[in-house]
Each structure stands twice: as C-alpha cells, then as structure tokens.
C-alpha cells in the first residue's frame, strides 16, 4: 500500500517562503510521476506543479517563476519550493503520485496560510 505524507505547511506573509515536503512509502516511487495540487475553500483542485521520472517539470502560469519543484528519490521525498507567497496561494495543498502502470495516490494535504 502506497502512503503519502505531506509536511511543512503554516502561516507566512505575503512575499515569504515554503518548502514544502511529501514522503511516499512503498517502492513505487522512483519510476513515476509526482505533482502538487492545491484546494482554497469553496474552489475546484487545482493543478501546481508536476516532475517526471526524468526530472522535466511543468508549472500552472499562476506559479511559475515563483515555485520550484524538485525530487530526491533516495529519500522518496519530493519538494515544493514557494517562493514570493501571495495570499491567493492560500489552499491545502497535496501531493500525488501517478503513473501509466499505477492509479493515481494522493497525500492528506498540508495546510499553506499566506497573510497579507
């Protein structure tokens, strides 16, 4: 069984930093996909980020430029680096993992507070 854990969520003011961090059990890790997604009360999931096996990202317009996706398969940990927060980066975010051979896992989310 594949687990997710989330972890360094809180609150920060706008134009601070995060990083946040997601550990994966089980030993699918390194041969998939992985991507943070993001949910602010009262609006759909949304897509953030994502990094292949290959180590090629891909950021939604509303982040690039500000955070940074990055993956240690060592650790089967992978990271979002947050960089000039802004409040409507306000969400629980989650990580999941995905691939062609695999259903998708999802983590239980962290909580990302942006004061303004």
């Known amino acids: 069984q594949v687990q997710l854990v989330e972890s360094g969520g809180g609150l920060v003011q706008a134009g601070g930093s995060l990083t946040l961090s997601c550990v994966a059990s089980g030993n699918i890790f390194s041969v998939n996909a992985l991507a943070w997604w993001r949910q602010a009360p009262g609006k759909q999931r949304e897509w953030v980020a994502s990094?292949?096996?290959?180590?090629?990202?891909y950021y939604s317009d509303s982040v690039k430029g500000r955070f940074t996706i990055s993956r240690d398969n060592n650790k089967n940990t992978v990271y979002l680096q947050m960089n000039s927060l802004k409040p409507e980066d306000t969400a629980n975010y989650y990580c999941?993992?995905?691939?062609?051979?695999?259903?998708?896992?999802w983590g239980q989310g962290t909580q990302v507070t942006v004061s303004s």
């Open positions: 990094i292949t096996r290959g180590d090629n990202t």
């Open positions: 999941k993992i995905f691939g062609p051979n695999i259903r998708d896992y």
